[in-house]
């Protein structure tokens, strides 16, 4: 998880996987946090010239004493505040923070970020009124958006700077699938989890998807996890998603209402959209997609190649932005009013206490039981490049994409992990050392060095 | 008792009669299923309250006097007043519908008075007037690169035919005898075409513009829908984004109003140009 | 007459058939008018009368033959030659006043508002339109109407004036009323008038010269007619006149039987030398005899 570093913190350790949560640990954050929830303007204040000096820190430290061991033991018997004084005079820790913080000027101020009103895009929607993108001096418009193929036009067309996208859709327009082929690059992801299948209330009693031959299923996009997501859950059960279901593309906003109008039997949709449909009777949470995949990418924030060669100091604020929202909003005490804050009609336009549900994680399942799962939704920005690897074997899986590909360059070419992680550094977080791992979907485990014969491994697919 | 306060008493009782009707449909059926409380509180009123889906004439009426009371507010580039959407669309809709008029006129002129260009034109016009405006809309977007631009191309593409076609047929069955006196004064083209064809084809033209705006305006607010951002449409697509009914129900009834306020400007000028004969 | 201020030398007018061969609506027509004279064409319908005039007013043009007025070969239309259509062509979104001014303003460009105004207003005052300068003609009843368009017509001051049937939409009392007011205009401003009618008693009470057309197609100019009835006859009592009845008949002998069979009756008709008739007591007197010795063609076409 990506957090703050406390070097001097001699209860911590100082790897990568180390996690203290920075949030709300000195008065100076928890500060800022509220002038922040107060829709005040966060200035770059004390908290992050501290913070940046930490990293300045952490790295002299991490050079002196190489062992975690050692460490430990220095700053027990000396003690944080001396270890640092002590840190300060054969080294300038003063300037070398300042030389750090100072990244290059931001060559455009103004930019325009779309987003789809779902609960996917808070750390991008947030970032406004809480006041990240101000604090990297940046003056961000974030614009609402109709749906995936007009947030893909007008990214294209540089009416947006850059987007909230489904997370395969750079992917796809940087393949030419279903657009021109436009280089598009994913400098972080905006959620993990935060998705689910809801049916309609009449189905309450079919809840084995061997059962469900004949439903009428919607997905927000061709080129989205849902998609994949939806097919990979009924392929394992048994069922073709190509003939015995029928799947429909249908914009997020109009699946309730298709629900309730029996023109659909279910859907595997973004939040706020499963649980609107709960909080409105129309129907119940079959599951949550993390019960599928825990930790699956949803969304991604995404720009192309030539916003980012062109306006490389803007994009890099928009990135430093975005993960700090993300890893605020990683927080399980912020999302209380990250909710409030983004109900309004300017930005998700949802009743907060369906927001509250989703990101909270205490909710109605809509067969009368609440539910309790701190992870319904998370939020980690790290693009890692074996998501993409594993979006494009779903993609061949399902014929959308034909002939062979070469997985790793794709993956490299859009998931910007080494970038993503440079920055993630720069600003004192804790990015993964690599930018592959393995996960497993549903119990199957998925090897990124080995996506052809994961691919092989599936009997249900399109037969190319 | 004149027919007019008649026909106004029967227009009253109509809106009653379907106010009353609207109420009671959508009436709440009170309590429904025994729900934990603390399940009840994370449940909408539609789940709770047996509440219709359908919001009553109370609510909208309500939800309306909320809008009107502030018209202008703006918080932000997703969400403005209604006073400052409808300024949008009505921008959106003027921009095309006039960059039509600046074309539509002088080309219909054109091929009215010369059957040449008529002949040579028309099967262009033939194939390319029953496209539906919002048909052109991916094609703007991806040529134009522009989703404000685009709506106010697909608003002229729209708007441009029927001023066009009736401006033409204006012009081409302008009286003979009147092109003769102005023949015989020995009047040239230009002043005989503002002199005479003009005011002439007038009423002819404005039944054309008349036609236009109505469907400009139906255009703009699918148009809006589709690229977002701001306007009357924009405005209906994040309330059904909401499922706020009742927002949509208010948004319907004043693109109604200003549809029929534009009609009502045109239908004023075209009386204005109509000559008895 | 040596005095041709109006001459039609040789016109003809075809139209393209369906099958390839054309149509002849006229041909080969001659005839002179002298300044000041007032003629009246009379024939059946689909003699060709509407495209003379339309001819000489310049906005139709012949298939062969020329018309020169005041020495000159016309070229399209003039403001020298104004019409006065039959269904009288107001331009029913401008008043009574504005469509004077109208031609007015067209006539003489650099005039100011003011300017034009009085001299409409002259004319119009003139008709006897005094009161009804603001009125639209949709106010106004059909002889009103047509008053605009001779106030219209005179307005621009023209040498010829060119009426095409200018009554024949109006009920008779009025037509009787206009008949009287053009006739006295005419006689006052000395204007030619060159007027197309299918009323008899129109063309004896107005016409110094009656132009008697054989019918279409491929008619002719087979007769004209001059008028013996005294400069200063009233309507009232034209018929009273003792040659008023010989020239009536003889016209409508015309109309009614000669203008069917004229081409087989006289199959050496010489266009150019046209016969001129004066009905009286008695037989018609032939006053040109139909061949004498005129001057050659070149010298006619040089005037």
């Known amino acids: 998880m990506s957090t703050f570093d406390d070097p001097f913190d001699a209860d911590r350790e100082l790897t990568r996987s180390g996690c203290i949560c920075g949030g709300h640990r000195s008065a100076d954050e928890h500060d800022h946090a509220e002038r922040a929830l107060r829709c005040e303007p966060v200035l770059p204040a004390e908290g992050e010239e501290k913070r940046y000096e930490a990293v300045v820190a952490s790295a002299v430290m991490r050079a002196v004493f190489p062992s975690d061991i050692a460490r430990r033991a220095f700053l027990k018997s000396v003690g944080a505040g001396a270890a640092f004084a002590a840190l300060s005079q054969f080294f300038p820790l003063k300037t070398a923070t300042e030389a750090f913080a100072e990244a290059g000027p931001p060559e455009k101020k103004d930019l325009k970020v779309g987003f789809i009103p779902i609960t996917c895009a808070t750390p991008i929607i947030m970032a406004a009124p809480l006041g990240f993108y101000a604090k990297q001096g940046l003056n961000v418009d974030v614009v609402k958006t109709a749906g995936w193929a007009v947030i893909r036009d007008k990214t294209i067309n540089k009416e947006y700077d850059a987007s909230h996208m489904l997370a395969p859709m750079p992917i796809a327009i940087s393949l030419g699938l279903g657009a021109n082929a436009i280089p598009f690059a994913v400098p972080a992801i905006e959620n993990i989890n935060g998705q689910g299948i809801t049916l309609a209330m009449k189905h309450k009693d079919r809840r084995d998807p061997k059962d469900w031959k004949g439903m009428k299923l919607a997905i927000p996009f061709d080129y989205s996890m849902h998609n994949y997501l939806l097919r990979y859950y009924l392929a394992e059960h048994g069922l073709d998603p190509d003939t015995d279901v029928q799947l429909r593309s249908v914009p997020p906003p109009e699946m309730v209402a298709n629900l309730r109008a029996d023109n659909i039997d279910g859907f595997l949709a973004p939040d706020n959209v499963c649980q609107r449909a709960v909080y409105d009777g129309v129907g119940f949470l079959h599951i949550l997609s993390k019960e599928i995949w825990d930790g699956h990418p949803c969304c991604s924030f995404a720009a192309s190649k030539e916003f980012i060669t062109t306006s490389p100091n803007s994009f890099a604020a928009l990135t430093r932005a975005i993960v700090d929202a993300t890893s605020y909003a990683s927080k399980a005490e912020n999302r209380k009013q990250i909710a409030e804050a983004i109900a309004p009609a300017n930005y998700i336009n949802a009743p907060v206490t369906v927001l509250e549900q989703v990101l909270t994680g205490t909710y109605a399942d809509g067969l009368g039981g609440v539910k309790t799962d701190a992870k319904r939704v998370d939020f980690d920005p790290f693009p890692w490049q074996s998501f993409a690897v594993w979006m494009l074997t779903q993609m061949k899986r399902w014929g959308q994409i034909k002939g062979d590909v070469d997985y790793k360059a794709v993956a490299e070419q859009v998931y910007l992990a080494t970038d993503t992680a440079r920055v993630m550094t720069e600003m004192g977080l804790a990015p993964p050392a690599a930018s592959y791992k393995s996960f497993s979907v549903m119990g199957k485990s998925f090897d990124p060095a080995k996506p052809d014969d994961y691919l092989a491994s599936f009997k249900i697919r399109k037969s190319s | 008792m004149s027919l007019r306060l008649r026909a106004a008493i029967v227009s009253i009782a109509l809106l009653a009669a379907f106010l009353g009707i609207w109420h009671l449909a959508t009436r709440s059926t009170g309590a429904t299923a025994n729900m934990s409380p603390e399940y009840a509180r994370l449940m909408g009123l539609t789940a709770t309250q047996g509440k219709s889906a359908m919001p009553g004439p109370a609510d909208v009426g309500a939800k309306l006097w909320e809008h009107l009371k502030r018209p202008f507010y703006d918080n932000g580039p997703n969400d403005k007043g209604l006073g400052i959407q409808l300024a949008y669309s009505i921008a959106r809709v003027g921009t095309g519908y006039l960059i039509a008029v600046i074309v539509a006129i002088p080309l219909g002129f054109l091929i009215g008075m010369s059957p040449l260009i008529s002949r040579a034109i028309d099967p262009f016009i033939q194939v390319l007037k029953p496209i539906s405006p919002l048909a052109w809309m991916p094609l703007a977007l991806y040529t134009i690169k522009d989703s404000s631009i685009s709506a106010i191309f697909v608003i002229f593409i729209c708007s441009v035919w029927p001023m066009l076609l009736n401006t033409a047929f204006g012009v081409a069955s302008v009286r003979k005898e009147w092109i003769n006196v102005a023949r015989t004064l020995e009047v040239g083209t230009l002043r005989r075409a503002f002199t005479v064809i003009l005011p002439a084809a007038a009423p002819t033209i404005l039944t054309g513009m008349r036609i236009s705006i109505g469907i400009a305006w139906l255009v703009i607010v699918a148009a809006e829908m589709l690229v977002g951002g701001t306007g009357i449409g924009y405005f209906v697509w994040n309330e059904w984004n909401n499922l706020s009914i009742t927002n949509v129900i208010i948004a319907i009834l004043l693109i109604g109003i200003v549809g029929m306020l534009l009609d009502q400007i045109l239908a004023r000028v075209t009386r204005m140009v109509t000559f008895p004969e | ?303």
Not at chain 3, 198 to 207: P, Q
Not at chain 3, 277 to 301: F, H, T
């Open chain 3, 1 to 303: 007459m040596t005095d041709k201020f109006i001459s039609i030398e040789g016109i003809a007018r075809r139209y393209p058939g369906a099958n390839g061969d054309a149509t002849t609506v006229f041909e080969n027509l001659w005839l002179s008018m002298a300044r000041g004279e007032f003629g009246c064409v009379i024939g059946h319908s689909g003699c060709g009368k509407t495209t003379v005039l339309n001819i000489l007013a310049g906005l139709d043009e012949p298939s062969a033959g020329t018309v020169i007025v005041d020495g000159q070969a016309i070229e399209g239309t003039s403001l020298d030659r104004a019409v006065i259509f039959q269904s009288h062509a107001l331009l029913p979104w401008r008043t009574v006043l504005g469509n004077v001014a109208y031609a007015v303003s067209s006539k003489w460009r650099k005039w100011d508002r003011a300017r034009v105004k009085t001299h409409a207003q002259k004319f119009i005052d003139l008709v006897g339109l005094s009161g009804s300068e603001h009125k639209h003609p949709s106010e106004l009843s059909g002889g009103m109407k047509q008053r605009v368009g001779i106030a219209r017509a005179l307005s621009i001051m023209p040498k010829i004036m060119l009426m095409d049937e200018p009554f024949s939409a109006l009920d008779a009392l009025t037509r009787g009323t206009l008949q009287d007011e053009v006739r006295r205009i005419c006689l006052e401003t000395g204007q030619t008038t060159f007027m197309i009618t299918h009323d008899v008693d129109e063309a004896i009470f107005l016409a110094d010269r009656i132009f008697l057309m054989t019918n279409g197609p491929g008619a002719r100019l087979a007769e004209i007619v001059e008028n013996p009835l005294p400069k200063d006859r009233g309507r009232i009592d034209l018929h009273r006149h003792p040659y008023y009845y010989a020239l009536r008949n003889h016209i409508v002998d015309f109309l009614v039987s000669r203008s069917k069979s004229f081409a087989t009756d006289v199959p050496d008709h010489d266009a150019r030398h046209v016969p001129t008739v004066r009905p009286g007591v008695g037989d018609p007197v032939i006053v040109s005899p139909p061949r004498v010795v005129e001057p050659n063609a070149a010298q006619s076409a040089a005037r």
